[in-house]
């Protein structure tokens, strides 16, 4: 991303229309990518990693180039004009195909980290799509119980893994969640193996999963 900025009334004001022509969005037509986990099916297909209860995987733009770029100036500068950049992704591009959720829950992070963090960036989308889809948003169902590693340290899918596995717990009953329809939210997904634990949490429920950026 480069740091020429155009400042004007075209919204974003803080991405050249240049580099905010490099963001690659993953096409909304299903017949180019996996109809279940979303990869572009030029890209390696997460399915065989993912729990049977998982319905489908969404993600809006792949995690590289200029698109890590504003993921990662977002996570750890919190600058609120990525947030509202996002919020209009999220309005023009979320899937067509899902159906309402009984509710929405976004990927807990580790207290620690959210305290050097200041702010956990699933728990700002889940709102945000709570609010503009009318869905239930329970941010404290799902706790996380091991501050685990970051996942982006561990080299292979089996790493992340073992380094997810069981770090997270349930905050109630999974039996309140029979046959109900629970949307899941990320920031990024790489491996699906977070994701994945938190649906093994909901035996009974049909999962979906919405994420900002796949590192596909
Ligand atoms: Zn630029
Ligand atoms: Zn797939």
Known sequence: MCERNILSKAYPSWICKECLKKILF??????QICFRCGSPLSNRCLCPN?????????GIFIYDGVGREIIHKWKYSNIYFIKDYFERLIIRRFPVNYPQFDVVIPIPIHFYKR???????????????????RIK???NLILRKRNSKSQSLCKN???RERNIASAFKLNCNPDNFTNSKILIVDDIITSGSTVNEVA?????????????????
Do not use: C, H
């Not at 305290?115 to 889809?133: D, M, P, V, W, Y």
């Open 157 to 159: 899918y089996k790493e």
């Open 50 to 58: 993912l729990n049977n209860n998982i319905k489908m995987l969404r």
């Open 26 to 31: 993953i096409e909304k037509r299903d017949s």
């Open 200 to 216: 093994k949490l909901f035996p009974n429920s049909e999962i979906y999963i919405f994420t900002m950026a796949m590192a596909v």
């Open 115 to 133: 305290i050097t963090r200041g702010f956990n960036q699933s728990n700002t989308l889940a709102e945000f799509i709570s609010k503009r889809f």
């Open 137 to 139: 948003y329970t941010p």
